[in-house]
C-alpha cells in the first residue's frame, strides 16, 4: 500500500520543499514574492534557481523547461539542459537565476491572431512564482506566463494572473469598508469536476475520426446505451479501477489534490473531482490532469476521450467549475454568516455576482464557447447556451423579502423582519441542487458547468474575476461616497436585486418554456461559437477588459480571430475526416456487402429459391450508398466555397450554417447504412463496440 501523505507533492518543488532548502532570508524574500507580488531580486532568484536545479538533479532530472499555456488550448515546452561545458572537454550542471525567470521560446508558430506577423518570432517566458515547479518525464517544469516581444499577452495564463489581481484590489475595497483591516488578500478558489470517456486502444486507433477529431462522426445507436441508467454511480470495472488508482497516485506525486473519482451516467464515461485550489494553481493542475489521464491511459491499453461529445446520442463530457472567493485570512466570502455584519457582507458579494452574470452574460458564454461544446450546449444533458442563475427557493425568496421590504417567512419559525442586516441563518443545503442551471449556487460557491471537458478552465475563470471585479469596483465607489453606509448599502442591495433579478431562475433550463421564458426576460440565446464570438470585441467588454488592465483591445481582438480560426479548422478537419471515411471506408465496405448479397440471390434464383430479402435489401443499400456518395459530393464542394478571403467570424457562419449542416445530413444516411450492412464488413467498430470495451 503506498504511503499517500510521503507520496503527495514528492514531484514539487513546494513551500515545505523551499522551506526545508533555501536560506531563511532568501525563503522569507520568496515568500514575500508570491504572497505579495513584490519584485524578485536577482540574487534571490539565483539562490532559488541553485536549490531548484539541485533537487530536481537529485530525481533524475537533467533538463529544465518553462512550462507554458499558450492559445492552442493545450500546453507548450521547450527544454534545454542543465549542461554548462568547462575546460578538458567536460561539463557541469548549471541553472542562473535568469533563466528561471525568463526564457525564450520561439513565438512564431504559435496561435497570436494577427498581434504579430509571422516572420517575428521573439517570445518570451516569464516565472510565474505563484505556481510550484515540479518534475514531470525527467524535466523541471516551470510554470511561466507567455508574451511577445511588444509585451502582449499570448497565452491564458497571464490574463487569468492579472484578473485575479484585479479582483483581489476591488474584493479589499469592499472588505475595508466593513472593517475588515486583518484581511491582505483575496483569492478565487476553484475545484474544476473533468468529465472523461475511457476506450480500448486497439478500436480507438481503428476510428480515425476519433483519432484525427477526437469526436466519432458516425455510429448509428447501439441496442444500449444509458437507458437503464446502471452505469451513473454504478461498480467501477477491474480495469478502470486499475486505471484510476494509478492516476490518482501520478497526480499525487505532481501534488494535485485528486479525490472524487466515479463512473458518469454514459457507459464507458467517467469523472474524477479535486479539492479546491486558488484559481491560478487549479489551472496548471487541470491542464497536468488531463495530459496524465492520457498517459496512464495508454499505459492500460486504453484511450482518455476529453471531446465534449465523442458520442452521439450519450451524454458528453463537460467541466464543473466550482468558484468561490476565500481570503488570506481563511474566510469564504460566499459562505452565509452569524453576525448581522457578515450576513450583509455575504449579501453584497453575492448580489454583486448576480449583476456581474446578467450585464456579462456574454461573456460566460464566450469563454465556454468551441466546436465540441457546441455539441453540448442546449442539449438535454448540460445547461443550455442561455446563462442564468440558480440560488435556491429559500434565498431567492430572501433576495425577494429585501427587494420589496416584506418579512421573510422562514419554514417552521415564523416570520422575520429582514434587511440586509438581519439575515437569518441560512445552512448551505436548505434547497435541492439544480443540475440543470448554468451557474448555481451550492452553499458556499457557485457550479459554473457551461465548460467543455477539454476546455482550458483559465479564460472561463479570468472572465468572472473580471466581471465580478468590475462590480465590486463601482459598488465600493458608491459606499466609499455615502454619508450613511448603512443605509446607502440596504439601498444598493434592493436596487441591484430589482435590476438583474431577470438572471435568475430555479426552474428546468432544459425546457422550451424556459427558452421562451428567457426570451421575453431578454437573456441572450447564443447556440453556437459562430454566434457568440462576435460579442467578445463589443466596446462594452473592450472597455471592461481595459479598466481593470485584464486585456487590451488588441489582445481581445486576437483572441477572438484565434477562437474563431480554430472553430473554422476544427470543422474543416472533421469533414475532411468525413470525406476520406465515406469515400475510402464506408462506400467500399457497404459495395463489398451488396456485391456478395447480389451473388447469392442469383444462386438462389439458379436454385429456383426465391431472393426477396436479397433484392430488397439491396434496393435499400443502393439507395442510401447513392445518397451518401451524393452527400459526400455536396460536402466537398461546400469544403471547397467556404469563404478565404472574408473576415474570421464570416468564416465561421459559413461553417456553422452551411458546412456543418451538411455533415450532419451524410452522418444520418451513413448511421442508416450501418445498421443494414452485416457486422463483418462494416469497416470500423461500433458505438457498442466503443463502449463496452472496457471491462
Known sequence: MSNVPEMFGSLVFNDPMMKERLPKDIYKALKKTREEGKPLDLHVANVVAAAMKNWAIEHGATHFTHWFQPMTGITAEKHDSFISPVEGGRVVMEFSGKELIKGEPDASSFPSGGLRATFEARGYTAWDPTSDAFLKDGTLCI???????????????????????????????????????????????????????????????????????????????????????????????????????????????????????????????????????????????????MEVM???????????????????????????????????????????GDSPRENAQFLLFLVAILRAVDEHQDLLRISVASAGNDHRLGGYEAPPAIVSMFIGDDLAEILESIEKGTPYKKRDTGEIEIGVDALPHFPKDTTDRNRTSPFAFTGNKFEFRMLGSSDSIACPNMMLNVMVADVLRDFADQLERAEDFNAALNKLIRRTIKEHKRILFNGNNYSDEWREEAARRGLLNLPSTADALPYYCSEENVALFERHGVLSRTEIGSRCEIMLENYCKQLQIEALTMLDLIHKDILPAVCAYMKDLSATAVSKKELGVPAELETELLKKLSARSSGLYRAAGELAQDVDNAPKDAGAAQQARYYHETVFAQMERARAVADELEVLTGREYWPFPTYGDLLFSVR
Open 143 to 289: 510554470p511561466t506566463a507567455f508574451c511577445s516581444y511588444g509585451g502582449e499577452a499570448l497565452d491564458k495564463k497571464t490574463p487569468l494572473l492579472r484578473s485575479m489581481e484585479a479582483l483581489d484590489r476591488q474584493a479589499l475595497r469592499v472588505l475595508r469598508l466593513f472593517g475588515n483591516e486583518d484581511v491582505t488578500r483575496v483569492d478565487t478558489t476553484v475545484g474544476p469536476e473533468q468529465e472523461y470517456f475511457l476506450v480500448d486502444n486497439e478500436l480507438y486507433k481503428k476510428r480515425k475520426d476519433l483519432v484525427y477529431t477526437g469526436r466519432t462522426l458516425f455510429g448509428a445507436k447501439p441496442p444500449k446505451g444509458q437507458e437503464l441508467e446502471d452505469h451513473y454511480f454504478g461498480v467501477i470495472k477491474p480495469r478502470v479501477s486499475a486505471y484510476m488508482k494509478d492516476l490518482d497516485e501520478e497526480l499525487w506525486k505532481l501534488g494535485i489534490l485528486a479525490r472524487t473519482k466515479h463512473n458518469e451516467a454514459a457507459p464507458a464515461q467517467h469523472e474524477l473531482a479535486p479539492i479546491f485550489t486558488t484559481g491560478n494553481l487549479a489551472t496548471d493542475h487541470n491542464q497536468l490532469t
Open 294 to 336: 492520457k498517459k496512464v491511459a495508454a499505459r492500460h491499453g486504453m484511450a482518455c476521450l476529453l471531446h465534449e461529445k465523442p458520442f452521439a446520442g450519450v451524454n458528453g463530457s463537460g467541466k464543473h467549475n466550482n468558484w468561490s472567493l476565500s481570503t488570506n485570512t481563511g474566510v469564504n466570502l460566499l459562505e452565509p
